[in-house]
């Protein structure tokens, strides 16, 4: 596919089929944000067992160790967690299973090379120098995190969103608290994350790799052609660095911190990140479901129908993304003591790691169609972003370093370095793809303004009980008064399509939410 649309001009769809695409995209919406909470309930013990237990210096080590592997195992995967469907879109003759077994085949040979490296060369891994020999056999889950990422892929073009739930929230983040736990109490606890953390990468492989069997079935005369699958890997290189970058710009300052920050300060920055990342788990609830979709729109010129998915989607990711920000951010100090007394430092860089979040809503949803419209220059764009917010990291460390601040002031440094870097790739990446489909794809309402007022004022006053308390009911109170805003102010009947199961034809006078 060329890098733009030949045209700017949408050949309109039909109703059904746009208001199928909507029900599609609820529907998955809807099966992940399950995934969601259940990811949340496991998110919790992790952070509490690896907190509580093993302490702020081992997490921080962990920490530091993991931004390599799963960046790697990203790149590994050439793209296909979103190049897939484009590939399956188009199909070429060849049989699904096939295709998806060059892009496993592909993943396996990278990876393996990478693991290698690592495995030769493990300073990137532990920037501090300490590291246990055990702890070497992280190199092991990129060619399983890899692989796992283009079967959720292949499933997800089936509409099985289903899988990804069982794999991503359930038995992976259960598998890696159960069993940091286990390892603690036993010889090998000084590697206890490292082995829990194999232990669940390698269950989620599994979690994902039965079900992609029943779909897909066994290869069917499958041969590797060594040269379709170099071009296939020239192909897939923008969209490998997309994805890359993406998820890079949310381990860049954890990488940064390993070379300016005690492991100590790592670990509580990885603890606020880990929580602040859990709204950002919200737009992959609907990105497996949003890829086959614009691909569809795509093959038919559809690019008003484009346009308008990604405002949709792109309102319920905010909208959703704003209101746990919120409910995490101001009891924030009661979050954050529950992992342990040290972790309240952290308060400030959580703060604004869930501001984070909730800006670059609008820059998740853009890319989900610029990768398949303007992947280079989406590239490009991603670079860019990533090189400001490292630039901006480093001299907020150099800033606080200069100032003599203590070590929690560099976590909150590196946070707003991000929130910089990912408001400036939202407006940016917005504009372009407005342009590129001739229709505007801003997803911001007012209705986010006074669902947020009314919030902040119950949070103020669950700050005022017990921190016990505060977690217990203030949590709710604040979701309950954000929500009950949001549906009256913000959410029309086409939005409200998101909440209903069996969904008919849209109503006569169906109209936008309020602006």
């Not at 990885?270 to 788990?281: D, E, G, N, R, T």
């Amino acid at each position: 596919m060329s890098d733009t649309p030949s045209s700017n001009a949408a050949a309109s769809a039909p109703k059904g089929e746009s208001q199928g695409d909507i029900q599609a995209l609820a529907k998955g919406g809807r099966t992940n944000f399950l995934g969601f909470l259940l990811r949340l309930a496991a998110r919790l013990p992790f952070l509490f067992i690896a907190g509580r237990l093993y302490g702020a210096d081992a997490l921080g080590r962990f920490a530091s160790a993991l931004v390599v592997i799963e960046l790697t195992a990203l790149i590994c995967s050439m793209g296909e967690k979103r190049g897939l469907a484009q590939r399956l879109t188009e199909g070429d003759g060849q049989e699904p299973v096939n295709l998806v077994m060059d892009g496993l085949l592909l993943a396996l040979i990278f990876s393996a090379i990478a693991g290698a490296i690592f495995w030769i060369f493990p300073a990137p891994m532990f920037p501090s120098g300490e590291y246990d020999p055990l702890d070497k056999l992280l190199v092991i889950a990129i060619p399983a995190y890899a692989l796992t990422e283009i079967l959720l892929a292949a499933q997800a073009y089936k509409f099985d969103i289903a899988t990804t739930v069982r794999a991503r929230a359930i038995v992976e983040p259960w598998t890696i608290s159960i069993m940091a736990g286990v390892f603690y109490y036993t010889a090998y606890r000084d590697s206890g994350l490292e082995l829990a953390y194999l232990t669940s990468i390698f269950a989620g492989l599994l979690a994902a790799a039965w079900p992609f069997l029943r779909t897909y079935g066994l290869p069917k005369n499958w041969r590797p052609h060594p040269i379709a699958m170099s071009k296939m890997t020239a192909r897939a290189f923008p969209l490998a660095m997309a994805d890359a970058v993406e998820w890079g710009t949310r381990r860049l300052d954890i990488f940064i911190l390993g070379f300016f920050a005690a492991p100590a300060a790592v670990g509580i920055y990885y603890v606020a990140q880990q929580v602040a990342s859990l709204p950002q788990k919200l737009k992959t609830s609907f990105e497996p479901i949003l890829g086959p979709v614009i691909t569809r729109n795509l093959k038919d010129k559809n690019y008003s129908a484009i346009a308008a998915q990604v405002r949709q989607v792109g309102f319920w990711i905010i909208a959703a993304q704003a209101g746990i920000a919120l409910a995490l951010g101001l009891p924030g100090e009661a979050v954050m003591g529950l992992v342990g007394p040290n972790f309240v430092g952290g308060t400030g860089a959580l703060a604004f790691l869930l501001l984070a979040e909730v800006v670059a809503a609008t820059a998740v949803v853009s890319e989900s169609a610029l990768v398949y419209v303007a992947r280079k220059r989406n590239l490009g764009i991603s670079l860019a972003t990533i090189a400001l917010q490292g630039a901006l990291t480093i001299g907020a460390m150099m800033l606080v370093e200069k100032l003599n601040y203590a070590e929690p002031f560099k976590a909150a440094g590196a946070a707003i370095a991000l929130m910089l870097a990912l408001g400036t790739a939202s407006l940016v990446k917005a504009w372009l793809l407005s342009r590129i489909l001739g229709a505007p794809v801003n997803n911001w309402r007012w209705a986010l303004i006074w669902a947020t007022g009314p919030a902040v004022v119950v949070g103020y006053l669950a700050t005022l009980l017990p921190e016990w308390a505060e977690l217990i009911f203030g949590i709710p109170a604040i979701l309950a008064v954000y929500g009950l805003v949001i549906w009256h102010k913000g959410f029309g009947p086409e939005d409200r399509v998101l909440f209903r199961k069996n969904v008919g034809a849209p109503p006569a006078d169906q109209a936008g939410a309020n602006q």
